[in-house]
Structures are given as C-alpha cells and as structure tokens.
C-alpha cells in the first residue's frame, strides 16, 4: 500500500452523473450521453454517495449532472434535498428540454427554489434548434423569477479553434470544444491535425491533486471521464482519496510525466501522425489500453 498522502488542495466537489441517458445525442458529449445510453443511479447510491461525502470532510458543493439530470427528476429532487439537508451546496448541468413555455419551466424548477445554487444550462448549436423555440432561455427567465442562481454554459463549434488551439476565435462566452467521447469520433475531423509528440501535458484537469471529481451510477470515480481512480461503491471515498498515487495510476502516471503522448510511448501504441488536440490523442491511446486496464477505463458507458 502506499505512504498516506496530504493533499494541499482537498478535494472540494462532487459531481454525480445521475444517469448516462440523455434526450440529445450531441457530438460534442464527453460522456456519449444519447437516449439508449444506459445507467442510472438510485436513489439509495445518491444516499450512500451523500454519506461518503459527509465523512470526507472536505466536499463543499454536490453537482447533479448526465446525460440529462432532469430525466430522472423524483431521484434527482429528492438527492437534492438530501445533499441540502446534509449542509452541501448543490448545483446542477442540464440542458432545459423541459422548459418549452414559461409556465412549463416554472413548474419544473418551483420544487427546486431554495435547493439550488447554481443551475447550469447548456446552450449552443450541438443542444438542438428546438424549432425556434429557446428553451435555455425560457429556462433562465424562469430560474429568476424563482431566484435561483443560473448560467449558461456554451461550447464553440470546432472551427473555432484554431491550428494552435488558440482561443482568439472563439465567440465570447464560448467555451472550445475539447476532443474527448463521442467529440473525438464525430468532431475531431473538422480540424487540422497537429503532431502527436506536441501533446505533451494534460491541459485541462488537475490530475494530481483534484478539486472535483465525477461519480456514476456504477460508483466510478472518474477524475477525468473514463478515467477511474476507484469504485465508492466498493470502498469508501475517504480510502480512494487517501491512497490515490497519481504516478502510480497507470494512464493518470504517464500523463503527468508527458501527457498523451507519454501513454503512447509507454505502452508502445500504435497512433497516427497527427491528432486534434491533446484529449483526442489521450481518449484514442485509451481506448487502445481498455482491455490491459478494465478497471481503470470504464465503464464501456464512456467509450462509447
Ligand atoms: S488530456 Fe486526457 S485526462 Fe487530460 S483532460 Fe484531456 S482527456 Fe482528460
């Protein structure tokens, strides 16, 4: 077993991918969310995640997310309710399919005023047209009058970035596509391939010492998506926490010594010249490791 391990940084947020199911099937989902995607936690794994959590000591905010929260709405109430009465601050990312006309929206959110703070919408092209309608929205002008905390959260299209990865393109209040899940299979394609070996880091989570985590229905702690740590339903989160050894990790290891490209070199893998950015290159050298490491790249939910 390895030494004890004083994190600098407690791990402060714990977001529950409450179900894989989504009524969208976007290109960009990181987690393959799609309508016959399957997975979705109880009740009773919100409760023992909860309870985890509480003996942690460290976890401030409890996010509710999917695939589409909201598609399971009497465990993700009722989660929330639990999660404020244990003292956490809750949030939640969805995607508004649910607020079709004002009236409609205020019915779905008024169980939720004074539980809530922060609710996070996903609004941009991949989300559908809604035929004109602007679900997100409608959705935001609800939460207002409701007075619970709402922001959007928006993904740029691919061109948006551009052969650098610089952000200068990018629409204010976007956000770039990163090429990771179903992203990397449908979307990868529409930019110009850059050289593997430049993808030397992991640009984008702190693998070390992480402030949030997912957890999925199955208990799988995923410190970036498909990438476990360890399973809360079979050991508590406070071990997981206090014995995690990134260098040790065999995908988490090498991508701190040298990113995605450092997988490919490790495990001798073979891999095309260039790549979109570094998650394509991370998920693809992933995929190639699955049946080597099945318990650290699950569940087959994130892999498509
Ligand atoms: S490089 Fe890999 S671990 Fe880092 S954010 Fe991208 S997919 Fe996740």
Not at 142 to 162: G, H, K, M, R, T
Not at 246 to 267: F, K, S
Request: net charge negative.
């Amino acid at each position: 077993m390895s030494a004890t391990r004083i994190p600098s940084k407690p791990l402060s947020g714990l977001h529950l991918l409450l179900t894989y199911e989504c009524n969208y099937e976007c290109d960009h989902c990181f987690v393959w969310g799609g309508p016959s995607q399957t997975g979705t936690m109880t009740l009773e794994t919100v409760e023992h995640i909860l309870a985890q959590a509480r003996e942690l000591g460290s976890i401030e905010w409890i996010y509710f997310e999917g695939g589409e929260a909201f598609l399971y709405f009497e465990t993700m109430s009722a989660g929330i309710r639990r999660a404020k009465e244990a003292g956490f601050k809750v949030g939640i990312v969805c995607n508004s399919y649910w607020a079709t006309t004002d009236t409609a929206a205020l019915e779905w959110l008024k169980p939720l005023a004074g539980l809530v703070d922060d609710l996070s919408i996903s609004s941009d092209d991949y989300h559908g047209s809604n035929e004109g309608v602007n679900y997100p929205e409608i959705a935001r002008r609800a939460a207002q009058q409701l007075d619970i905390p709402v922001d959007f959260i928006s993904v740029a299209e691919p061109e948006a970035v551009d052969a650098e990865g610089a952000t200068g393109q990018i629409p204010a209040g976007e956000s770039a596509v990163v090429f990771r899940g179903r992203a990397a299979d449908v979307l990868a394609s529409r930019v110009e391939a850059r050289p593997w070996e430049q993808f030397n880091e992991c640009p984008w989570e702190d693998l070390r010492e992480p402030e949030r985590v997912h957890v999925d229905p199955f208990g799988n702690l995923h410190i970036c998506q498909g990438i476990s740590i360890g399973n809360l339903l079979e050991r508590p989160l406070a071990d997981i926490m206090r014995d995690y050894d990134a260098d040790a990790h065999p995908i988490v290891g090498p991508l701190l010594a040298g990113g995605p490209a450092e997988i490919v070199r490790r495990y001798g893998l073979a891999h095309d010249e260039g790549y979109a950015d570094h998650c394509h290159l991370c998920y693809k050298a992933r995929c190639a490791l699955r049946e080597r490491f099945p318990d650290e790249l699950t569940p087959d939910q994130m892999y498509g």
